[in-house]
């Protein structure tokens, strides 16, 4: 995520921009209210005046980005767009929240591998409402009816969407892409929503 905390058109956009830059650089357990006050350029009493808590704000911070999330699986849901551009709008607006926020995002990951509690709100949402919408999308699209099969796809494809963000640089590195870079991004999505085709 860039640090352009300081251009958010009020404090609240502020504080709840530089608490996430603070856990993507340096973890849930780094936050401190001092340190989101001078990324934000606020004092400690507007963090309080806003939000109460440094507990609150995280949890809000944390609501925002999964709203990004939210949003992104919704457009599984357009039924005005064909599947396919729908699936592809999907992948895009995903991947790109995703590269926004890769500091963010992997902390998220490596609290689900550690077991350690997770936003129950993001995956509250991802068990009742998100992969449903991924499976309905992708049934129309291969014809698959069986549940177990496209379990597996949804899984496939998330896991393709994350992996990148997870190596982060060492991706350029390994598969001499840059996935920072929007078209390129585009281009392994395309090749994906062609790879589920095929199936």
């Known amino acids: 995520m860039k640090n352009n905390l300081k251009n958010a ?3 609240k956009e502020r504080i709840l ?3 996430l830059y603070i856990i993507g650089k340096e973890g849930f357990q780094n936050v401190t209210t001092r340190k ?30 999964t709203g990004m999330f939210k949003n992104s699986f919704k457009i599984l849901d357009n039924n005005e767009l064909t599947p396919v551009e729908r699936l592809r709008n999907f992948l895009r607006s995903y991947s790109d929240v995703s590269i926004e926020y890769p500091d963010v995002f992997k ?3 490596n609290k689900l591998i550690c077991n350690e509690e997770v936003q129950p709100e ?22 698959i009816k069986d549940d ?31 996935y920072k870079n929007k ?13 589920i085709q095929c199936k």
């Open 122 to 143: 993001y995956m509250k949402f991802l068990q009742q409402e998100g992969i449903t919408s991924l499976m309905n999308i992708l049934k129309e699209l291969t014809g």
């Open 148 to 178: 177990y099969h496209l379990h597996m796809m949804g899984l496939q494809i998330i896991s393709t969407l994350i992996f990148p963000i997870l190596l982060g640089n060492k991706v350029e590195n390994i598969a001499k892409l840059d």
């Open 36 to 65: 989101i006050a001078a990324a934000a350029d606020v004092n400690i009493a507007s963090i309080n005046y806003h939000f109460g808590s440094k507990d609150n704000v995280i949890n809000e911070a944390l609501k925002c980005f």
């Open 107 to 109: 902390n998220f990951v």
């Open 9 to 11: 058109s009020n404090a």
């Open 183 to 195: 078209n390129v991004r585009y281009d392994y999505i395309e090749l994906l929503i062609e790879s």
């Open 17 to 19: 921009n530089s608490t």
